[in-house]
């Protein structure tokens, strides 16, 4: 009797040892497929994102900026519910300073956008930086062209439900291009000049100022 037992033990455990590697083989391809799995949905997530931010904000740059007397009211309405956080007061103040309606139905404004470009930055599931290139034309009174403006501006939006929500408007001006760049006035003490150069001058002389240059990118606030 227990020369059988001992025969059958080292099967037994033979046997629970496949069960064990059995287990932990299905645990690990469970946990794969569904790491795979949540990959699949968070890449799928920030490409939906991608394309709705996109096109929510190429929709809201055509309300805000497009409006001529009889829409301008509805507009400036519907730019409201789609902004949030500073943006907001700022838009608010914007229009308020400027009588915005008031001055658009007794001018008889048009402001006419057009988008030439718009892309994505950065984004994520939940938040997107759209950079939109816009031309937008005003005329007064049905027949005097007041002016044409190419202008760049930026949406930092968030996700608010199943809505693009507008949190800060960055209008890109000559100005704010000049200010990323870094001007180096003058080499490292330890730079050395490229084959076939001579070292440049420790100082060079200054030029004379270049005549300032208009403003440009900002859109247009049609007042008198």
């Known amino acids: 009797m227990g020369g059988v037992m001992a025969d059958k033990k080292p099967g037994t455990d033979k046997g629970r040892l496949g069960?064990?590697?059995?287990?932990?083989?299905v645990v690990a391809a469970l946990a794969a497929t569904?790491?795979?799995?949540?990959?699949y949905i968070e890449g799928r997530s920030v490409e939906d994102a991608r394309e709705s931010s996109l096109a929510a904000a190429r929709d809201y740059a055509n309300t805000m900026f497009g409006y001529n007397a009889e829409n301008v009211s509805d507009h400036i309405d519907q730019s409201m519910s789609v902004l949030t956080g500073p943006a907001k007061p700022e838009y608010t103040k914007l229009i308020t300073e400027n009588n915005l309606a008031a001055e658009v139905r007794k001018q008889q404004v048009v402001s006419e956008v057009t988008i030439q470009d718009a892309g994505v930055v950065t984004n994520t599931a939940d938040t997107s930086n759209v950079?939109?290139?816009?031309n937008q034309s005003v005329t007064r009174g049905q027949k005097e062209l007041v002016s044409i403006n190419p202008s760049r501006l930026t949406f930092n939006m968030e996700l608010q439900g199943d809505r693009w929500m507008i949190n800060n408007i960055e209008v890109i001006t000559d100005d704010t291009f000049r200010s990323k760049l870094e001007v180096v006035e003058s080499l490292p003490p330890d730079a050395k000049p490229l084959?076939?150069?001579?070292?440049a001058p420790s100082q060079a002389p200054s030029a004379p100022p270049a005549a300032p240059a208009p403003e440009s990118g900002a859109p247009a606030v049609p007042v008198p």
């Not at 069960?19 to 083989?25: A, H």
């Not at 569904?34 to 990959?39: M, P, S």
Request: hydrophobic letters at 60%.
């Open 19 to 25: 069960l064990i590697v059995l287990t932990v083989l």
């Open 34 to 39: 569904a790491f795979l799995g949540y990959r």
């Open 131 to 134: 950079l939109i290139f816009m």
């Open 195 to 199: 084959p076939g150069q001579s070292p």
